[in-house]
């Protein structure tokens, strides 16, 4: 029962639960500690989940935190909160808090802790089963410079902690699970005339999450984490003294190698051990005990991110299948004021996560409030309805209205 309910914990993760019936087709990336997936904040997630090259803004550190250094104010924090997928549920969410500090006009430090409740659990549906409150987190910190006027770089460690074990009596099988990892991101942020406008145009990368594997059984099997590569661009177009529009566009890749399918462990049999393909086909103990062994679970971290690249069953149509993509359009009036739209696609053999997003945003001197939502552009999806909400404060903001800002706001 423990090993049941921690696979189909695992599924609601995955978010892709309720995918459609696509016979023989349906293969998407597994991978351990899900929540880190899960977009935190409302800007972002009013635009389709784009952010690799958006305008800088508290929130970097998920998306790019190469992008800090060309931040306006000296320092910020942000508190976001997401309850997510009340489609299937009323009591999972993410809260998730993340701050900034420039340490001059070149450099950057930045943090964020995140929290991704699974809410109160049951060991069993009967009357009187035991429950618990499976949870998960991450806490990380970066460091960015500028290296030109135009280009930064940045580097980011985090520590992740999964634990979806049962801790009633007889729950040994299952143990809580961490994991260390880092990224590298890069980021450009340039300027080119459009209509007489000087427009702003960017550019970034962050591959996010390269570290150590998961394991629930002291090492009998371990998961991937999320590893991931985000490449995207934006340009900021402004139309006058008050109004721009900003076009934003991510593709998006799991750097984890695919899962060997049965039909795979059937090939490898008949290749190895001879026989008729029937032979295998119900061999599931033998397929699962492929896996532990040559076919997936022993492959290292490093090793995963090259295999990711050619390991799809069905060649490179299904690599290209991997990669999700997103669009975003932002209108800021008078930079206070913000409207949003996006979409986002992940392959029906993926997941099948299709969705747009509308989302709005008010800014002052102190603080600035954003919301976002998801409208499924799937059937039963169970992201649909999803709301995230965005509170951030500016340091700069706060020392000015105190009346002891002596640092100075940079200037576009």
Known sequence: MKK?????????????AKAQDVKNQLNPVYHGANSLAIAP??????????????????????????KYPFCISRSGVSLNYTPWLRK???????????????????????????????????????????????????????????????FSAGVALRYIYSDLAFKGEGSDELK????????????????????GHESQL???????????????????????????????????????EYNTLTIAADANKLLVPTRPTMDQYVKHMVD?????????????????TWLEGEGYYNVSPISGIFKSFHDAPNGFKEELQEIQWSVGLEYAYNNQFFLRAGYHYEHPNKGNRKYYTVGAGFKMNVFSLDAGYVISAAPSNPLDQTIRFSLAFDMDGISDLLGKNRSGRRRR
């Open 272 to 288: 190895t051990e001879g026989g008729e393909a029937k032979d295998y086909e119900n061999d599931y103990g033998g397929y699962r």
């Open 202 to 240: 960017g550019w970034g990368l962050n591959i996010s999450n390269i570290g150590s594997k998961l394991s629930y059984d002291e090492g009998n099997t371990s998961e991937f984490i999320p590893t991931n590569m985000r490449l995207g661009t934006s340009l900021l177009i402004p139309f006058d």
């Open 88 to 150: 299937l549920v009323d009591d999972i969410d993410l809260a998730n808090i993340t701050g900034y500090y420039r340490l001059g006009d070149y450099d950057a430090l930045s943090g964020s802790l995140r929290y991704f409740s699974l809410g109160e659990v049951y060991e069993s549906m009967d009357a009187d089963a035991q429950s618990f409150r499976p949870y998960e987190m991450a806490v990380d910190v970066a460091y960015s410079r500028m290296l030109s006027e135009t």
């Open 176 to 195: 809580p699970a961490s994991a260390f990892a880092a990224d590298i991101a890069l980021y450009h942020n340039g300027y080119l005339n459009l209509g």
């Open 4 to 16: 049941t309910l921690f696979i189909l914990t695992l599924l609601v993760l995955a978010l892709s």
């Open 41 to 66: 904040d409302a800007r972002a997630g009013g635009l389709g989940d784009v952010g690799a090259a958006t305008d800088p803004d508290v929130n970097s550190q998920y998306w790019n935190p190469a």
